[in-house]
């Protein structure tokens, strides 16, 4: 029997561990919730008094943070007391696409994930449950198991022997931009593990405010395996209609249209069929590059090749729109100003990880545009960041604004990049008023209405619609 949850530690203060400790210890005021990082300078933000300051946005995180932060919530560095004190560690670090070495470009680097391990193994004491929050490659909990039980670094006067770790996973599903909502009231939670009593600990804290029949619980493997999956077709979903984008756009066809009529079979379901720039964020890429390596790895190339396309299309569908910019503006940019609104990889975060507009704003400035940018929630420094890491060329021709204002100013376009709501009902006589003519928007979302802008005058284009 396991004994009472009282403490628990998170190792990882980012997207997932940041908003999923909060909403815990906001759900269960009982328990004892700390959150720790190495990375000191974030520590310093979730700590900050001024909560528009923390280190990420998500509406409603603010509140959240408030009501528990000081109370049962801590951020801290302090990784070995807190190890050592925890009755439950979810492990929730960064796990990214290897750079180099073996499975270099696909395979997840688990050098956090092991490092973790090993400090568990170095500061935990007693029973100690250890969850997998983080997404993983399946069979990794076999490998924390192994660090766990064979680490030979315990800290001296720990009594070994009275040691004990129960591993679970328990992977998040939670979404960048709508975090705090799909935490409290998540689809499903999901516990895979071996020990009934560990699962049932687990179990118990989420049954505080989710309904039993949504905590779904399976063995380790299959709870690792259904969190790639479960990005897998997401992703796919966006490729399918991305591709069939480009098909309506050519035959007069409608993607808006497409997308609701097939959404509306119930089978087929109506989220997830929004067209534009190809997804981006920190996980649907890496995870499905990482389902790539699992499959050649074990030999299965028909199957690794068919998750493969969904990147490619991914891909495809950035290039074509930067490309098709280019010969709508008489194939070149070269001193032209376009306005870029939005940098963030969907609305409603601040996140820039594998943005669309990344791969778009390097095309633009590659052909000589002059780039003048906004968004309401990154900043000057992450978008130039962004781009010196992404554009080859020495002359980076990109302003940072700080309104749509002074980003449209004599531009000759603007091109629509993340779907923030500000962009969504301009005033699009009094912006052709101050542009270059011709003038053109190019909605890669689908969000602005399309008899506005061609009434002010411009010339449009949106994913999966041709006006002629
Ligand atoms: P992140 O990069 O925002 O945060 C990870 C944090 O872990 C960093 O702050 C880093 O400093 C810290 N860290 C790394 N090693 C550490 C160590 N040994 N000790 C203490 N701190 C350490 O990452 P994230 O977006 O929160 O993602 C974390 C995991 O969750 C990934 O596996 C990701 O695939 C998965 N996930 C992410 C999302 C999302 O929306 N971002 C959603 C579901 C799942
Ligand atoms: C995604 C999943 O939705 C989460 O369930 C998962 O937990 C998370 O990945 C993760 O593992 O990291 P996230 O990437 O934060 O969440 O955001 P999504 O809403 O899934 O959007 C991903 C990308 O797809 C964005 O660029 C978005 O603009 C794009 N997208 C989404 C579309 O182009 N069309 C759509 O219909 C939906």
Same mark, same amino acid.
């Not at 984008?245 to 997830?272: N, P, Q, Y």
């Not at 690794?304 to 569908?317: A, D, H, L, P, T």
């Given at each position: 029997?396991?004994?009472?949850?009282?403490?628990i530690?998170?190792?990882?203060?980012?997207y997932?561990?940041?908003?999923?400790?909060?909403?815990?210890?906001?759900?269960?005021?009982?328990?004892?919730?700390?959150?720790?990082?190495?990375?000191?300078?974030r520590?310093?933000?979730?700590?900050?008094?001024?909560l528009?300051?923390?280190?990420?946005?998500?509406?409603?995180?603010?509140?959240?943070?408030?009501?528990?932060?000081?109370?049962?919530?801590?951020?801290?560095?302090?990784?070995?007391?807190?190890?050592?004190?925890?009755?439950m560690?979810?492990?929730?670090?960064?796990?990214?696409?290897?750079?180099?070495?073996?499975?270099?470009?696909?395979?997840?680097d688990?050098?956090?994930?092991?490092?973790?391990?090993?400090?568990?193994a170095?500061?935990?004491?007693?029973?100690?449950?250890?969850?997998?929050?983080?997404?993983?490659?399946?069979?990794?909990?076999?490998?924390?198991?192994? !660090?766990? $039980?064979s680490?030979?670094?315990?800290?001296? =006067?720990?009594?070994? #022997?009275k040691? %004990?770790?129960? /591993? +679970?996973?328990n992977p998040?599903?939670?979404?960048?931009?709508?975090?705090?909502?799909?935490l409290?009231?998540?689809d499903?939670?999901?516990?895979?593990?071996?020990?009934?009593?560990?699962?049932?600990?687990?179990?118990?804290?989420?049954?505080?405010?989710?309904?039993?029949?949504?905590?779904?619980?399976?063995?380790?493997?299959?709870?690792?395996?259904?969190?790639l999956?479960s990005?897998?077709?997401?992703?796919?979903?966006?490729?399918?209609?991305?591709?069939?984008?480009a098909?309506?756009?050519?035959?007069?066809?409608?993607?808006?249209?497409?997308?609701?009529?097939?959404?509306?079979?119930?089978? !087929?379901? $109506?989220?997830?069929?929004?067209?534009?720039? =190809?997804?981006?964020? #920190?996980?649907? %890429?890496?995870? /499905? +590059?990482?389902?790539?390596?699992i499959?050649?790895?074990?030999?299965?190339?028909?199957?690794?090749?068919?998750?493969?396309?969904?990147?490619?299309?991914?891909?495809?569908?950035?290039?074509r729109?930067?490309?098709?910019?280019?010969?709508?503006?008489?194939?070149?940019?070269?001193?032209?100003?376009?306005s870029?609104?939005?940098?963030?990889?969907?609305?409603?975060t601040?996140?820039?990880?594998e943005?669309?507009?990344?791969?778009?704003?390097?095309?633009?400035?590659?052909?000589?545009?002059?780039?003048?940018?906004?968004?309401?929630?990154?900043?000057?420094?992450?978008?130039?960041?962004?781009?010196?890491?992404?554009?080859?060329?020495?002359?980076?021709?990109?302003?940072v604004?700080? #309104?749509?204002?002074?980003?449209?100013?004599?531009?000759?376009?603007?091109?629509?990049?993340?779907?923030?709501?500000?962009?969504?009902?301009?005033?699009?006589?009094?912006?052709?008023?101050?542009?270059?003519?011709?003038?053109?928007?190019?909605?890669?979302?689908?969000?602005?209405?399309?008899?506005?802008?061609l009434?002010?005058?411009?010339?449009?284009?949106?994913?999966?619609?041709?006006?002629?």
């Amino acid at each position: 029997m396991i004994k009472k949850i009282r403490k628990i530690c998170c190792i990882g203060a980012g997207y997932v561990g940041g908003p999923t400790m909060s909403v815990i210890a906001d759900r269960c005021p009982h328990l004892e919730v700390n959150v720790v990082d190495t990375n000191e300078e974030r520590i310093k933000k979730w700590n900050s008094k001024d909560l528009t300051k923390l280190p990420i946005y998500e509406p409603g995180l603010e509140d959240v943070i408030e009501r528990r932060r000081n109370k049962n919530l801590k951020f801290t560095s302090d990784v070995k007391e807190n190890i050592a004190n925890a009755d439950m560690i979810f492990i929730s670090v960064n796990t990214p696409t290897k750079s180099r070495g073996l499975g270099a470009g696909q395979a997840s680097d688990l050098k956090w994930v092991d490092l973790c391990a090993r400090q568990i193994a170095k500061y935990a004491k007693g029973e100690t449950i250890v969850i997998e929050k983080s997404t993983l490659p399946v069979k990794t909990a076999q490998t924390i198991n192994e !660090i766990l $039980k064979s680490a030979n670094t315990y800290e001296e =006067g720990t009594n070994r #022997s009275k040691r %004990k770790f129960f /591993i +679970l996973s328990n992977p998040e599903f939670l979404a960048e931009g709508t975090a705090i909502s799909d935490l409290e009231n998540p689809d499903r939670v999901l516990i895979g593990g071996e020990d009934p009593d560990a699962i049932n600990a687990l179990a118990e804290i989420y049954s505080y405010w989710v309904k039993k029949e949504k905590i779904i619980t399976t063995d380790l493997w299959s709870s690792e395996l259904s969190k790639l999956i479960s990005n897998a077709f997401l992703a796919q979903r966006i490729s399918s209609i991305n591709s069939i984008s480009a098909l309506c756009e050519i035959t007069g066809a409608d993607i808006k249209d497409v997308s609701l009529a097939i959404g509306a079979d119930k089978r !087929i379901g $109506k989220h997830f069929l929004k067209s534009g720039p =190809g997804f981006g964020g #920190s996980c649907f %890429k890496k995870d /499905i +590059l990482n389902l790539v390596y699992i499959c050649n790895h074990y030999g299965l190339y028909e199957v690794s090749s068919y998750w493969q396309k969904v990147i490619e299309i991914n891909e495809w569908q950035q290039k074509r729109i930067s490309s098709l910019i280019v010969d709508k503006l008489f194939g070149t940019l070269f001193n032209k100003k376009i306005s870029i609104l939005g940098f963030s990889f969907k609305a409603n975060t601040n996140d820039t990880r594998e943005s669309p507009a990344i791969n778009i704003c390097n095309d633009l400035i590659e052909e000589g545009a002059n780039l003048h940018i906004y968004d309401p929630k990154v900043n000057e420094k992450k978008i130039k960041e962004d781009l010196k890491n992404r554009v080859k060329s020495e002359n980076i021709n990109c302003f940072v604004e700080t #309104s749509i204002n002074e980003c449209i100013n004599n531009s000759h376009a603007i091109v629509i990049v993340t779907e923030w709501d500000e962009f969504r009902n301009l005033d699009w006589k009094e912006i052709y008023a101050k542009m270059e003519k011709p003038a053109w928007v190019f909605d890669t979302r689908n969000i602005t209405n399309s008899a506005d802008v061609l009434d002010a005058g411009f010339k449009f284009w949106r994913t999966g619609r041709t006006y002629f």
